[in-house]
């Protein structure tokens, strides 16, 4: 069964720290996807650009393999905004296989 990125859970995510020193939320339409900082079990830290600035994101997801393809969409809409990402389907298993060794050398260049 395919599943888009918005059924993920607690999607669409929140800002990890503050905003320029404010706890406002920031709409996911006026932040673009930045870069992917970390790779966990079941969860993908990355930053977007808001106002000329980083800010910090984290997304769970329902399971390891699930948090691999959310990393590579991610880094593969690079630039786009958050909102956007949420229609976008998730591959299922089987499909395109993700290169966990190319994607995990690129988290390592990207947060050097």
Excluded: H
């Excluded at 959310?70 to 499909?95: M, R, Y």
């Amino acid at each position: 069964m395919t599943k888009r990125v918005r059924e993920l859970p607690y999607w669409p995510p929140k800002a990890s720290g503050t905003i320029r020193g404010s706890r406002n939320t920031i709409s996911p339409g006026l932040v673009t996807i930045g870069i992917i900082t970390r790779i966990r079990k079941d969860e993908v830290e990355f930053t977007v650009n808001f106002n000329r600035g980083l800010v910090r994101y984290s997304q769970m997801t329902r399971n390891a393999g699930d948090a691999t393809k959310f990393a590579q969409l991610l880094k593969d809409n690079v630039g786009k905004t958050l909102l956007s990402l949420g229609e976008i389907e998730i591959p299922e298993a089987g499909s395109q296989p993700i290169n966990l060794a190319k994607l995990a050398a690129v988290v390592k260049a990207t947060s050097a």
